[in-house]
């Protein structure tokens, strides 16, 4: 007579609630605390970084048309830039964490992105059409950089909180009529 193997089913843990979850990866993934986010050395470098291209960028988008995106351009650059200095001097340069590395991406994609706000592509085309409706005197056409700048920084937020909030709707209603484990 053939035994019959038994298999041991082990017992599942019962759901985790929202709160623990949010506890487990406050407790176990945070780093917030316990690693440098806005240095001097990640200010600068987003600043040297957003400089070079927003230049790149005002090249490109004369001469072709578009042009690169900074945030991941910089990220990799600096990222570079910093692993390169921490393996030749690792006393003068600590290693560059993710944390420090997205202040950097910060700063150096409000400065990169500057090139975006009509100087390589607005201005130039008015140019191209009619150059006499420019305004004679740069300062103008400075004072309307700086305007849009300030517009899309103060905008940015609002617009964005509004969308994530209207898209999350937006879901909810789309699913509302399907049947899920969470309608049924």
């Given at each position: 007579m053939a035994r019959m193997a038994t298999v041991r089913v082990e017992p599942t843990a019962p759901p985790r609630t929202p709160e623990e979850i949010e506890r487990?990866?406050?407790?176990?993934?945070?780093?917030?605390?316990?690693?440098?986010?806005?240095?001097?050395?990640?200010?600068?470098?987003?600043?040297?970084?957003?400089?070079?291209?927003?230049?790149?960028?005002?090249?490109?988008?004369?001469?072709?048309?578009?042009?690169?995106?900074?945030?991941?351009?910089?990220?990799?650059?600096?990222y570079a830039a910093f692993a390169t200095l921490h393996r030749m001097l690792p006393k003068l340069f600590p290693t560059f964490g993710i944390l420090e590395n997205?202040?950097?991406?910060?700063?150096?994609?409000?400065?990169?992105?500057?090139a975006s706000s009509g100087l390589s592509s607005a201005i130039p085309a008015l140019m191209m059409i009619n150059p006499d409706a420019l305004p004679a005197h740069q300062w103008q056409i400075a004072l309307w950089l700086i305007v849009i700048s300030i517009l899309g920084v103060f905008l940015a937020v609002p617009?964005?909180?509004?969308?994530?909030?209207?898209?999350?709707?937006?879901?909810?209603?789309?699913?509302?009529?399907?049947?899920?484990?969470?309608?049924?």
């Open positions: 487990d990866w406050f407790e176990n993934v945070y780093q917030g605390d316990r690693q440098p986010q806005l240095t001097v050395r990640a200010a600068v470098m987003g600043m040297l970084l957003g400089m070079i291209l927003s230049l790149t960028n005002i090249y490109l988008g004369l001469k072709a048309g578009w042009g690169v995106g900074v945030a991941l351009t910089s990220c990799i650059l600096a997205n202040a950097m991406q910060s700063c150096a994609s409000a400065a990169g992105y500057m617009v964005v909180a509004v969308g994530s909030v209207a898209v999350k709707h937006f879901l909810e209603w789309r699913e509302a009529d399907k049947p899920s484990p969470g309608n049924t």
